[in-house]
């Protein structure tokens, strides 16, 4: 709540007692209380307000249209791109890698990235279980 653990409460609460005489407490409470639920109110109040003009003025429809050619263009982006598995197991996105063996065929290209790839992989795995049969 606010930021404050149970103990700085507990702290807040006795130096209250301490500076506030006691028969004023339940009036300060009640306005505390008081201020909350107003400001509580007013929030709701102003959120749905920003809703309404939110709807009026399009916004969500504009934000669904947004999103969708965002996800469409990630998605044609996706296509394009071929997965490299490095001799560390990361793997990468590289764009365009027909460019960087023209020769190969798309079939061809294709079975010596998953070549390279199980190569990567099966080197991580094997080191890995080197590096646990070490320790």
Known sequence: MFGLSFAELIIVILVALIFIKPKDLPE???????V?????????EV???LK????????DELRHELNRGIAEEKAKLEDEMTVIVDVYGNE???PNIESLRPDL??????AEVEKSNQKNKSAVNSSSDQK???Q
């Not at 300060?28 to 008081?34: E, L």
């Not at 309404?52 to 916004?59: F, H, Q, T």
């Not at 065929?105 to 294709?110: A, D």
């Open 92 to 94: 990468h996105r590289v």
């Open 47 to 49: 959120k749905q307000y």
């Open 105 to 110: 065929s798309p079939e061809e290209l294709s």
């Open 36 to 44: 909350f639920y107003r400001g509580k109110r007013l929030f709701e």
């Open 52 to 59: 309404g003009a939110e709807k009026d003025l399009g916004l």
């Open 132 to 134: 646990s049969a070490q």
């Open 28 to 34: 300060i409470a009640h306005f505390i209380g008081k």
